[in-house]
T-cell receptor
Framework: DGGITQSPKYLFRKEGQNVTLSCEQNLNHDAMYWYRQDPGQGLRLIYYSQIVNDFQKGDIAEGYSVSREKKESFPLTVTSAQKNPTAFYLC???????????FGPGTRLTVL | QQPVQSPQAVILREGEDAVINCSSSKALYSVHWYRQKHGEAPVFLMILLKGGEQKGHEKISASFNEKKQQSSLYLTASQLSYSGTYFCGTENPGGEYGNKLVFGAGTILRVKS
């Protein structure tokens, strides 16, 4: 079955630690995205990548970093510079052109 | 700029209809609609493209007024399963790979029995 996987589903970290969230897709999609969602809020774009080895900052990139070394993978690192990292993180992917965008199941990050 | 959704929240009884609106201040190429249930990821409902093409679930209907830069999602004969938060995502004309989606703040829909 084709789809987007994110792991882990729940993640707990101590303040000041960097943490990497995984996102993998086997849909052969060119574009991949990371969003952050806070309770009762909408979706805010952190980073996106439209092709391998290239990515752009979204609206709230500060304190985050990404890489896109393979088409199917787009990991997100939440660094200690992110002041309030506790949130629900969603990865999404999309085929080239103006097509549907699909979301992974999400990772809920809690920083203690 | 974030699109504006209205209403912010709506409560329905089973079988009633609802309309959710999404309005943008910028020219649009496409509008995407999603439904999100509490604690879960958004689920794709429909994409409406400039020029009239639509792709999505057959039980969902929506409209896209390119001139007014608006889209509306029509939920008819609502069921309990329709409850959730509905988001529109708008896309401006862009390059070969399309462009990033900008999401509205969401409309909370609650269907009661």
């Amino acid at each position: 079955d084709g789809g987007i996987t994110q792991s882990p589903k729940y993640l707990f970290r101590k303040e000041g630690q960097n943490v990497t969230l995984s996102c993998e897709q086997n849909l052969n999609h060119d574009a991949m995205y990371w969003y952050r969602q806070d309770p009762g809020q909408g979706l805010r774009l952190i980073y996106y990548s439209q092709i391998v080895n290239d990515f752009q900052k979204g609206d709230i990139a500060e304190g985050y970093s990404v890489s896109r070394e393979k088409k199917e993978s787009f990991p997100l690192t939440v660094t200690s510079a992110q002041k309030n990292p506790t949130a629900f993180y969603l990865c999404a992917s999309r085929a080239g052109g103006y097509n549907e965008q699909f979301f992974g199941p999400g990772t809920r990050l809690t920083v203690l | 700029q974030q699109p504006v959704q209205s209403p912010q929240a709506v409560i329905l009884r089973e079988g009633e209809d609802a309309v959710i609106n999404c309005s943008s201040s910028k020219a649009l190429y496409s509008v995407h609609w999603y439904r999100q249930k509490h604690g879960e990821a958004p689920v794709f409902l429909m994409i409406l493209l400039k020029g009239g093409e639509q792709k999505g679930h057959e039980k969902i209907s929506a409209s896209f007024n390119e001139k007014k830069q608006q889209s509306s999602l029509y939920l008819t004969a609502s069921q309990l399963s329709y409850s959730g938060t509905y988001f529109c995502g708008t896309e401006n004309p862009g390059g070969e790979y399309g462009n990033k989606l900008v999401f509205g703040a969401g409309t909370i829909l609650r269907v009661k029995s």
